[in-house]
Each structure stands twice: as structure tokens, then as C-alpha cells.
């Protein structure tokens, strides 16, 4: 026995004819008793087309959408004045289409859909008298493409940039400080659902609002908010921000950058990050960004601008100290020390930055220099020196006055010690180093 759930809606009694037509046994009904101990359950359906209605509802009512508050006055007109009954399913596709409100095999699915919904809603007999029936394969599909299209939020319209945008910056002070939670808001409430074309066009603007941010006054409010989300767009997916930066077409827009030296220092970061970047740029950008980074006065920049090179380690490896003639090429940037280490969970080798971290440490000129690198250099990595490590850096205090005549070194030698002693070998004497002055315990 096969129920066919009444509910007073649709082409019920078509459907009832149709099991008929086939010589099934039938009940029409809507007690749960019945429903509940038939072999078969049908509940007759009107295709997608209501669930369609209800997004551009949903788009014209939350969030005041100009193109469904036009679309869905037109079909609506069309509905209920239509000579046709299904002149207005036919429409609303078209005017979807044409406002570009989904993609378009989107909407290609949804055209096959509908022909298929009248098949089976309007039983269709072929030439030699046999009811349509659609095929388990295409049942599925029909599932899984439709699913695909309606669990995207109503907004995904053409605009999505404008409103990601003016979403993220009102909630600016809510992600200051926290770039997991900006990722993981960005990740749930945008960019699982965006394909490969948004995905890019995302790269586009908001490149623009990061390294192009002259032609925008507002871009400068939100540069830091911007350059995260940038990073976090182009992380998302690496096959699409691949087969974009494969595409020759787009190197001209990506070589469109402000030449001041903040943006420069942004783009450092980002290239140290994305060195695939470096590659695609032209040789006047290259240019530029490199003489940047050769003549700025901070030697922490030059640290991480490892993209001419081959690898970070080979970089790092290699880098000459600076001369000391001035106190802004000495210094170092704790937030960049931070980054380096950051990095050596991917793509640098911690042996590497250890040596150069100690290297920077034993080579210091000024008793203002021996605070910075040790906040810098050593007090970050500390868990990460091994003996031999510990024992080079107590050794270059003990021999280096503008260390141990340091005001607040004792303080930084009791951190120093306090780990290094769990790892120092039995015979290690600090006796041997009566420069190296720790709070007694």
C-alpha cells in the first residue's frame, strides 16, 4: 500500500491517477495511523520553486536588496495576472539569469529541474504509452545541485564584496586583536560558500583596498582589517589562488600598487608570506620593492624579505649584520621576531632562525641594543636553545660589557638560567663565567 499524504495543496489527484495508471494500490489520506503502517509514503511536491520565492523574500526584507525588491514585484505581477499558469516559473529563472543572482550552471541546473518537476508533477506518457520516471542518477543530482544552491545565504548576489566589506569593518573593534576569530567568521559566514570565481574577485578587491588604498581615503581606516582579510582569502583555497595566479591575465592588476613606504612594508609581509607573489610581479615593481628593502632604515624588514632568494633558510643563512651606524637599523621589531617563528612551523628551519637569533644577540654595540635583542632575540625562543645554545649565549654576556653592565641584565640572565639549567650538562661550571651575575636561590 502506497500513502499519498493529502494536504489540500498541489496536484494530488494527479499523483493519486498516476500509481493508478501503473496498477499500485493507493490510499489518499492524512491520518498517521494509515501514513504510518503503509509500505510506501509520497508526499507531492511543487519543485524549488517556493524555497526561490522565499530567498528573494528573505534578500528584499533583511537586507533591502534592490534586484530582488524589482524581481519579485515583476514575477509576482506575472503570477497573478499571467494567461499561463507557469509563465511566471519561467520568468523568475530568466530574471535570475539576467540579474546574475547565481552562477550559471546554477542556473542551468534549476532551467532542468523545473522540466523535469513538470514531467513528473504533470504525468507525461512517450510514444509508446509509459509513464516518465526519472532515474535514481538523476534523483541525486537534482538533490545534491539544488542543495548546492539553496543553502547559500540570501545575500550572495552579485554585490557580495560590497556587503562583506561593509559587514567586516562594522565589526572591526570585535576582530582587532584576534585573527582567529576574524578567520573563522570569514571561513563560516562567507567563504564556504563562495566558488572560484568570488573567491578571486574577493583577491581583486580587497588587494586593491590593501596596496591600492590612495585611491580610497576609507581603505586607510581599515588597512591592517584589510590586509588580514586579504591573507585569509588568499589562504583559503590554495587550488583557487593557484589557477588565479596562473592566469597571465590577471598579473597586470596585481603590478597596480602604491609605492609609499608603508604599503611597501605591507607588501613585504605579504610577499614573505606568498613569494609566489614575487614571481608575477614586473621588473619596475621588483625593482621598487627591492631598493625599498635595501635602503630602509630597519634591519628587521630585510629579515623577512627572503622572496628574491631561494628559501627562507638560505636567506636567513646568509644575511650580513648590518653596520652600526644608526640606532633604527639596529633595532629590531619584536611583532617581525615573532613572525619569523611563526614561520619555521611551514616553510623555516628553526636551526636556522635559533643560530641567527644568538648571532643577532652576541653582536650588540650599545647597552640599549642588549635590551631590545633580548626581548627580541632570545626571551621568545628561550624553551628552544639547546645546551650548546645556552652556553653560547652565557658566554657572549660574560664577554660583552654593554650586556652584563646592563641595568636590568641580572633580571634576563635569571630567565636565561631558569631554563637553560634543566638542559646544561652536569659538568657545566657557571663559576667559569663571573659576568653572568644571577639572584642567588
Not at 34 to 62: N, Q, T
Not at 429 to 436: E, M
Request: hydrophobic share 35%.
Amino acid at each position: 500500500m502506497i500513502a499519498i499524504i493529502d494536504y489540500d495543496a498541489g496536484n494530488i489527484k494527479s499523483v493519486e491517477k498516476a500509481f493508478q495508471f501503473l496498477g499500485e494500490d493507493t490510499i489518499l489520506t492524512n491520518d498517521r495511523d494509515a501514513i504510518l503502517s503503509a509500505d510506501k509514503v509520497v508526499l507531492p511536491g511543487v519543485g524549488a520553486f517556493g524555497d526561490a520565492m522565499k530567498k528573494l523574500k528573505e534578500m528584499k526584507e533583511v537586507f533591502n536588496d534592490e534586484k530582488a525588491i524589482n524581481l519579485l514585484s515583476d514575477v509576482e505581477n506575472l503570477r497573478l495576472h499571467g494567461k499561463n499558469y507557469t509563465d511566471w516559473e519561467d520568468n523568475l529563472i530568466e530574471k535570475i539569469k539576467i540579474q546574475k543572482i547565481y552562477d550559471f550552471d546554477d542556473i542551468m541546473n534549476l532551467s532542468h529541474l523545473k522540466e523535469k518537476r513538470n514531467l513528473a508533477a504533470h504525468p507525461t506518457l512517450n510514444n509508446e504509452y509509459d509513464l516518465y520516471r526519472p532515474t535514481q542518477e538523476e534523483t541525486l543530482f537534482f538533490i545534491k545541485s539544488m542543495y548546492k544552491i539553496f543553502v547559500k545565504p540570501p545575500f550572495f548576489c552579485d554585490d557580495i564584496i560590497r556587503k562583506m566589506d561593509e559587514d567586516v569593518t562594522s565589526r572591526q573593534n570585535y576582530f582587532i586583536g584576534d585573527y582567529f576569530k576574524l578567520k573563522g567568521y570569514l571561513e563560516r559566514t562567507y567563504l564556504s560558500y563562495m566558488n572560484e570565481h568570488m573567491i578571486n574577485k574577493a583577491i581583486k578587491a580587497y588587494w586593491k583596498f590593501v596596496f591600492r588604498s590612495s585611491i580610497n581615503t576609507d581603505c586607510k581606516n581599515y588597512w591592517e582589517l584589510n590586509r588580514q582579510v586579504l591573507g585569509i582569502i588568499y589562504e583559503y583555497n590554495d587550488s583557487y589562488t593557484s589557477s588565479y595566479f596562473n592566469n597571465v591575465i590577471n598579473y597586470s592588476y596585481l603590478n597596480q600598487i602604491d609605492t609609499d613606504s608603508d604599503t611597501l612594508i605591507k607588501m613585504t609581509y605579504f610577499i614573505s608570506r606568498h613569494p609566489e607573489i614575487y614571481q608575477v610581479l614586473n621588473d619596475e615593481n621588483k625593482d621598487k620593492l627591492n631598493t625599498f628593502i635595501n635602503e630602509v632604515n630597519n634591519f628587521t624588514y630585510k629579515l623577512i624579505a627572503w622572496f628574491p632568494n631561494t628559501t627562507p633558510d638560505t636567506h636567513l643563512s646568509s644575511i650580513e649584520l648590518p653596520h652600526q651606524d644608526w640606532v633604527e637599523q639596529i633595532n629590531l621589531n619584536n611583532n617581525v621576531m615573532n613572525y619569523l617563528y611563526t614561520q619555521t612551523e611551514t616553510r623555516l628551519s628553526k636551526d636556522v632562525l635559533r643560530k641567527l637569533c644568538i648571532k643577532l644577540y652576541k653582536n650588540v654595540n650599545f647597552y640599549y641594543e642588549s635590551e631590545d635583542r633580548f626581548y627580541s632575540c632570545i626571551e621568545p625562543f628561550l624553551n628552544d636553545f639547546s645546551a650548546d645554545e645556552f652556553i653560547e649565549i652565557i658566554e657572549s654576556i660574560n664577554s660583552n660589557h654593554e650586556h652584563y653592565e646592563n641595568w636590568y641584565q641580572r633580571s634576563h640572565n635569571d630567565k636565561i638560567y631558569s631554563v637553560a639549567k634543566g638542559k646544561l650538562p652536569a659538568s657545566f661550571n657557571l663559576g667559569n663565567y663571573p659576568h653572568f651575575s644571577i639572584t642567588e636561590s
